[in-house]
């Protein structure tokens, strides 16, 4: 499920591009398909198009005996004409192609063998998106997390803090190193580049111009300061990708595929005017660790098992100091001082944090481990990374938040550890939502408030429309007869313990926790639901199907995600993104009345569907 969740988000990722162009609406003039993409894990081919969000035209299959064909009127067809083939399926071959006697068509046929069910084949609609699926339902992405909120950050698999110093700085900073320098009207597009140097840092624009491969591994390098975003792993095949906000790629390294080894590549495309996408194929993603350097200018992609020899690490960095203070009983800070930039990067998992410290000498763990107070941070494991370095294994619970801090002069690093409070004890057996079960006691959790605003942009606050949202929700059920209580009524502080500790008190039937979504990059929008226990899904899927279908904005989809609130209520709960502040037209639009009042029908309507299924 959370493969499927991930070519989602890659099809979301990847149309991003195209979403935002918009057609005159009057004119007939023909959409373009511009995007296409396969993923034979989901039985699924993605068709992007420059069509206005909305655009609707009802396309039926239409039969022969071998074969079907669907028919995009007034469509072209921007990409190459595509075929696929199967084995060992009911579908024998898809092609996608402009349709040659009738020029505005795009055509996609699908050949298939006995047993093909015409039920079985569908061609979705979703936003200007054309999807095509057999027997799996697309909109099934119960995924584990999601990767564009920035108040997730800290959930398994990211990539996080990294570094990495030289014995030289490894920035192309100007023409003499280039592989390009040989050619002289491209050294003196490097020596313009060179001038912007300054400009293009103020901006934090990174150009990229050029990938080393270094036994096995790869580095990055450019000018500018380079960020690391949206780390994906993909499968069929399976790959890492990053994307690189503000960086432009130089154009002739674009899409070459660099071996990283018999059976791995590296490229670089530029996959936005302004952002670029990195992929690495390889079947061993998980060990891959991006590591910046400390100027900040280049990226090395370690493998784990790949450092031995690297030049990049032989300066190696004893250790001067380390301590570990317990700043009050749920947070732990830890520290470390180093005679050299030491090069590091942070990956979190569920249930670790990995410091990985490539260069690093003279760690004494026992003299370490005798400072922490955390019990269950001394538990932690170290293992060598060779040749010089080693990778401390902190054990943290999954609520944990992480903070990390590190010296300008790259020699020192200070990580903080905050545990939350201990959930609370299921002391009850969960109610098992049978048909017939009555629900009377509805809580309406409002996200955030007092001190903690939620997310904000331009002086909104996630707390005010949640609240507000809440407010209309709480009303329109308790009209339909039900008892609603809200965790809170007012913009005041209620921490994520009271609220659980509120809806077991009250013996809510259901919980619903209303919030607004926000991501670092300004582009995503849309609706989410989360839920987390199995209790919860039915109940997810309603309401997350009414608010896709009732707001004005992106299905992103049903997500089983790990929030403190749904996941420690007994009563089947759920979250709902209500939509992202972090997107203009969107923050625009959710602090209107009217979107407000909508959002909180669309809940309520959800709510009052599921309770009628399950009566
Ligand atoms: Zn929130």
Not at 64 to 90: C, H, M, Q
Not at 288 to 305: C, E, K, L, M, T
Not at 576 to 602: M, Y
Request: include cysteine.
């Amino acid at each position: 499920m959370f493969k499927k969740f991930l070519v989602l988000l890659f099809i979301i990722l990847s149309t991003f591009v195209f979403t935002h162009c918009c057609l005159a609406q009057n004119s007939p003039q023909p959409i373009k398909i511009n995007n296409i993409l396969f993923d034979n894990s989901d039985n699924m081919i993605f068709l992007g198009t420059d069509a206005p969000s909305g655009y609707n035209q009802p396309i039926k299959l239409k039969k022969l005996s071998d074969r079907g064909y669907f028919d995009i009127e007034n469509a072209i067809l921007t990409r190459p004409n595509t075929s696929w083939t199967f084995k060992n399926s009911v579908i024998k071959q898809v092609k996608i192609s402009q349709f040659s006697t009738k020029p505005d068509v795009v055509r996609i046929v699908i050949l298939y063998n006995k047993g093909f069910k015409t039920g079985d084949l569908k061609l979705l609609q979703l936003d200007n998106n054309f999807i095509l699926t057999y027997k799996d339902d697309f909109l099934d992405t119960n995924g584990e997390t999601t990767v564009y909120n920035d108040e997730r950050l800290n959930k398994e698999g990211y990539y996080e803090y990294t570094t990495f110093s030289e014995d030289e700085k490894p920035a192309e900073t100007g023409a003499k190193n280039s592989v390009i320098s040989s050619n002289p009207s491209a050294a003196k597009v490097l020596n313009n580049v060179e001038q912007e140097k300054h400009d293009t840092k103020l901006k934090s624009r990174f150009y990229v111009n050029r990938i080393d491969v270094k036994r096995g591994n790869a580095l990055v390098r450019g000018i500018g300061q380079i960020a690391i975003e949206n780390p994906l792993i993909l499968t069929e095949p399976s790959r890492l990708v990053f994307d690189l906000p503000n960086t432009y790629v130089a154009p002739e390294i674009r899409n070459i595929e660099y071996v990283l080894s018999e059976k791995e590549t590296i490229k670089i495309g530029q996959f936005e005017p302004t952002k670029a996408r990195l992929v690495i194929k390889s079947e061993d993603v998980d060990k891959f660790r991006p590591v910046y350097s400390y100027d900040g200018q280049s990226i090395f992609f370690a493998h784990d098992n790949r450092l031995a020899g690297l030049s990049l690490f032989h300066k190696t960095a004893a250790t001067t100091a380390y301590s570990a203070k317990k700043i009050n009983n749920k947070t732990d800070e830890l520290s470390f001082s180093y005679t050299n930039p030491i090069i590091h990067s942070i990956h979190r998992t569920a249930d670790s944090v990995e410091l990985n410290l490539y260069n690093s000498s003279g760690f004494d763990r026992t003299a370490f481990v005798k400072n922490l107070k955390s019990e269950k941070l001394a538990n932690l494991r170290t293992e060598a990374i060779v040749p010089y370095g080693i990778k401390i294994i902190l054990p943290v619970s999954g609520m944990s938040v992480l903070k990390y801090d590190e010296g300008t002069d790259c020699k020192s690093l200070k990580l903080t550890v905050t545990t939350p409070d201990e959930p609370v004890i299921k002391t009850k057996t969960p109610p098992v939502i049978t048909k017939g079960r009555e629900i009377r006691v509805i809580v309406v959790d409002a996200g955030h408030g007092g001190a903690d605003v939620g997310a904000t942009r331009d002086s909104i606050y996630e707390k005010d429309i949640t609240l507000d949202i809440s407010k209309r929700l709480a009303d329109i059920l308790t009209n339909k007869g039900y008892h609603v209580e809200m965790t809170r009524r007012s913009d005041e502080t209620v921490s994520l313990k009271d609220r659980v500790q509120f809806t077991e008190e009250k013996n809510a039937d259901l919980f619903v926790s209303v919030h607004v979504n926000s991501s670092v990059s300004e582009e995503p929008y849309g609706v989410e639901t989360h839920y987390y226990t199995d209790e919860s899904y039915n109940f997810a899927q309603e309401v997350h199907k009414s608010l896709a279908q009732k707001i004005d904005s992106k299905d992103r989809g049903l997500f089983k995600s790990k929030f403190y609130v749904i996941n420690n209520s007994i009563a089947p709960s759920i979250l709902v993104e209500t939509g992202f502040i972090s997107n203009t037209e969107e923050r625009t639009s959710l602090i209107t009345e009217e979107r407000k009042q909508k959002t909180a029908e669309a809940i309520a309507d959800g709510i009052l569907n599921y309770i009628k299924k399950n009566k």
